[in-house]
């Protein structure tokens, strides 16, 4: 007769295996940033600013790939912890984490931040005229 204790204690170690993978792909990735900088010799006067542009290019494409995958209802809901930010204000970041998490798989989310992280900084390499 089969083990079926066998899948319930694999399963949370082959999750973790993979959210360690996942997570150490992004961290490579942006790792990568600083390396193109310097490739780029971008000068340190500017390097704060690519960098935070670069932050909000990976936000928004990270927006735009989860959006897609939300129904109306998770739409309308995560407008809503947005809705009160005065013009130039910043969201509620806390309140923002949270509805994703728990609207989307942790593997998920780590995924579509190494995707949206590797297009944003393949773009800016392919425009900056850089290798990558």
Do not use: H, W
Not at 37 to 57: C, G, I, Y
Not at 94 to 99: I, T
Request: charged share 25%.
């Amino acid at each position: 007769m089969p083990d079926t204790n066998d899948e319930p204690q694999n399963a949370p170690q082959q999750n973790a295996a993979t959210q360690a993978e996942l997570a150490g792909r992004v961290m490579a990735l942006y790792g990568r940033i600083d390396e193109t900088l310097n490739e780029l010799r971008v000068p340190a006067r500017d390097r704060k600013e690519v960098e935070q542009n670069l932050m909000e290019a990976v936000g928004a494409d990270l927006l735009v790939r989860l959006g897609s995958k939300m129904s109306e209802e998770q739409r309308e809901e995560l407008m809503g912890t947005v809705q009160n930010v005065e013009k130039g204000g910043q969201p509620d970041l806390p309140a923002v984490a949270a509805f994703f998490n728990a609207n989307f798989d942790q593997n998920e989310l780590l995924e579509v931040l190494a995707a949206s992280t590797e297009s944003v900084l393949n773009d800016f390499v392919k425009e900056m005229g850089g290798t990558s």
